[in-house]
């Protein structure tokens, strides 16, 4: 795709949302979907390889959650895959912290390399899971929010999450359409790890038939110690 063509597509999609892109955060972007698409050949970071699907899917639904992220926060994102929600919310939002956490150190590479060639400021890409992180007295309960994309059920994403809050901090979970059973499963683990729903957003993807659902969770407590659990069980056997 030109990038005169990209250009107009990204803010045509991102003024639906009440998001205003500068000319240097659309050159952003750009080099990211070329990055994205170019390492895509070499390792498997998405199955979504077309660029206006890769603008809507993965571009403008991970900065749907800006508005709820105040000012100078410190963020991390869990699981983050190709970067998502994380990066394009640091192209957007300069004044967040993020830290990127992924499992798979193929993927920090590519974040790395991400950052480096974008410029980034005040990000970093961690390699490890989930759980032993939410266990690291360095990063643990430091956190103004934590947020996920497709990762886990809500009440497995709860164990990822809500150690790394600060009290008074939010869990920002990022959804599909059909979330009322799982809310309702996952409505005792969030409050034995320390939080509570506080809102739930549903809506669609601009331009499209694509629902979805932003579940903000308000930590109100401290997390018992406990959790997370050691790898592998926050999936395997999900609190009930």
Do not use: C
């Amino acid at each position: 795709m030109l990038k005169q063509d990209f250009s107009k597509i990204m803010q045509e999609y991102a003024k639906e949302i009440n998001i205003l892109l500068e000319e240097k955060q659309i050159e952003q972007f750009y080099s990211y979907m070329e990055l994205l698409i170019e390492w895509n050949e070499k390792i498997n970071l998405t199955a979504i390889i077309e660029p206006e699907e890769i603008i809507l899917k993965h571009f403008i639904d991970s900065i749907t959650i800006s508005k709820y992220i105040n000012k100078n926060a410190k963020l991390i994102d869990i699981g983050t895959g190709a970067g998502f929600p994380g990066i394009p919310l640091k192209i957007i939002r300069d004044d967040i912290e993020i830290t990127l956490v992924d499992s798979l150190n193929k993927r920090i590479n590519f974040l790395k390399e991400v950052i480096n060639n974008l410029e980034l400021k005040n990000i970093e890409a961690i390699h490890s899971r989930a759980e032993e992180i939410g266990k690291n007295k360095v990063y643990r309960e430091t956190f103004d929010y934590a947020t996920s994309r497709a990762v886990a059920n809500l009440s497995t994403l709860a164990e990822y999450l809500i150690p790394l809050v600060k009290q008074n901090g939010y869990v920002i979970a990022m959804k599909g359409a059909n979330i009322e059973e799982e809310k309702n499963k996952s409505q005792n683990a969030i409050e034995l790890l320390g939080g509570k729903i506080e809102e739930i957003e549903k809506f669609q993807l601009p331009k499209s038939d694509i629902n979805r659902n932003i579940i903000k969770i308000k930590k109100v407590k401290a997390t018992p110690t406990k959790y997370p659990r050691k790898a592998g069980m926050p999936a395997k056997e999900p609190i009930l």
